[in-house]
């Protein structure tokens, strides 16, 4: 019988909530190399960092898992030394996990301006056939966009009334990017994606990993995309900065 390794990252990560043992063999414990520069390298950080959690603290609800080969990707809502929004990724090697990297942010009090959450919608991935193209469309995407700023492209990836948007702080459709985006502006508010650092995918949803600036502070953008006939219909995402190289606790870099 295979093992379903997207079973095996919901069992660990819910094991933070429960305290139950038997998930950590899941990782490899001479080769767990660790991404999230608040907590040690190794399976004695990730244990150090558990022992900080106050008693029955946490809660883990994860919404999505999927993967991508030798990586499996999760969206969870935690309560994880106060409650945040957050995106894992694990590197599987010889059957067990090897490498972890994670993006998160805190949880908003009120849904945004068209009634989604950070978490909410679709979570089964479909079109498992069409991974390949779904990657290469938002790859497009990204750098056209996000990175490369040529929004006269925009039309290529996005249908208009068809965009679900879960970023706490802009509403659905073409409209309310432009509000947001006009809003920042307003503000002094900058955004720039500078390099995208991974790509994963499985069937139409689609999550890129990638480094710039918002609001002047270094930061990780984890994008989750939707892809439908061949267009992006919803967009998922957490913003978290990356700290200064000497507040580190591991050396391993955020990528």
């Given amino acids: 019988m295979s093992i379903d390794r997207r079973q095996q990252v919901r069992a660990l990560l819910k094991s933070i909530e429960t305290g139950d043992p038997a998930p950590v063999a899941y990782i490899d414990p001479a080769n767990y190399r660790q991404h999230n520069l608040a907590v040690g390298d190794g399976l004695a950080g990730f244990g150090e960092a558990l022992a900080a959690l106050p008693k029955g603290s ?11 080969g030798d990586f499996v990707f999760a969206h969870t809502d935690y309560d994880f030394f106060g409650p ?13 996990i090897v490498e972890h990297w994670d993006n998160l942010q805190v949880t908003p009090d009120a849904p945004n301006p068209s009634g989604h959450t950070m978490i909410d919608g679709p979570s089964q991935a479909s079109d498992l056939g069409l991974t390949d193209v779904n990657k290469a469309l938002v ?10 700023g040529r929004m006269e492209t925009l039309g290529r990836y996005i249908v208009a009334d068809r965009y679900t948007q879960h970023n706490p702080a802009i509403a659905d459709g073409l409209d309310g990017l432009g509000a947001a985006l006009a809003a920042m502006a307003k503000a002094g508010v900058t955004m720039r994606y500078d390099r995208v650092h991974r790509v994963l995918g499985e069937g139409d949803f689609v999550l890129t990993m990638s480094e710039g600036q918002f609001a002047g502070e270094h930061v990780a953008f984890y994008d989750l995309f939707r892809v439908a006939g061949g267009k992006i219909v919803e967009h998922w995402d957490t913003i978290e900065a990356i700290p200064p190289r000497a507040a580190w606790k591991n050396g391993n870099g955020k990528f």
């Fill in 58 to 68: 946490a809660r883990v609800n994860t919404a999505r898992v999927f993967q991508d």
């Fill in 84 to 96: 945040k929004i957050g995106f894992d990724v694990f590197r599987f090697e010889g059957g067990r």
């Fill in 139 to 148: 790859s497009a995407f990204v750098d056209d966009i996000l990175v490369a």
